[in-house]
């Protein structure tokens, strides 16, 4: 059993920047894949960013590809999403989760989910 436990996240103007955490507790975090997903008003939850376990591995969303970056510090127990050059379009509860194995962009495959925080970019 993995716990997950977000932070960050709140209000920003267009262009701003901001960077979510995510510790994870219970099992040994480096066994698990990391992921980033978010869910828009309306809309399904959607693939954001990846990381395998070590970390040399990462893969983004075309959406927000060369302006989000995922890292994890495996003895932190601890996995972030910097996010800079945000848009409106970015606006949604952003949520961690934590996947056995190898990275995926499949929500289904993911077991364990954090508690979601909200991400607000006015314009």
């Known amino acids: 059993q993995v716990q997950l436990v977000q932070s960050g996240g709140g209000l920003v103007q267009a262009g701003g920047s901001l960077r979510l955490s995510c510790a994870a507790s219970?099992?040994?975090?480096?066994?698990?894949?990391m992921g980033w997903f978010r869910q828009a008003p309306g809309k399904e939850r959607e693939f954001v960013a990846t990381?395998?376990?070590?970390?040399?591995?990462?893969d983004y969303g075309d959406y927000v590809k060369g302006r989000f970056t995922i890292s994890r510090d495996n003895a932190k127990n601890t996995v972030y999403l910097q996010m800079n050059s945000l848009k409106p379009e970015d606006t949604a509860v952003y949520y961690c989760?934590?996947?056995?194995?190898?990275?995926?962009?499949?929500?289904?495959?993911?077991?364990?989910w954090g508690q979601g925080t909200q991400v607000t970019v006015s314009s």
């Open positions: 219970g099992r040994t975090f480096s066994g698990y894949a």
């Open positions: 990381i395998s376990q070590g970390g040399s591995l990462t």
């Open positions: 989760a934590a996947k056995t194995s190898y990275t995926s962009r499949t929500r289904n495959e993911y077991n364990y």
